[in-house]
């Protein structure tokens, strides 16, 4: 079992009634101990990833797996815990 699984992970973004593909059937696994490194163009989805594996957003379609567990933790607004000068 590896460390890290994405299944066919997709995201799409919404901008009003316009539909932005960010991720489409991503599938990757890192074994734990394993060092990895994501390079693509900009644009490729690069920060998407991370964003899903930190929990700072989520998957439209798919599954994240990390050390056998399913990844269910909702996108957590970036300034929540910010003092009052930061989030503003």
Request: net charge negative; charged share 25%.
């Amino acid at each position: 079992m590896s460390f890290v699984e994405f299944h066919d992970v997709k995201k799409t973004y919404h901008m009003g009634e316009v539909e932005i593909p960010a991720l489409q059937g991503v599938n990757f696994e890192i074994e734990k101990g394993e060092f990895c490194v994501i390079v693509g163009a900009s644009g490729a989805g690069k920060t998407t990833i991370l964003n899903i594996l930190g929990g700072m957003d989520t998957l439209t379609e798919g599954k994240v797996l990390l050390d056998g567990d399913l990844r269910r933790i909702p996108a957590v607004s970036m300034n929540r815990n910010l003092p009052d000068s930061f989030s503003k």
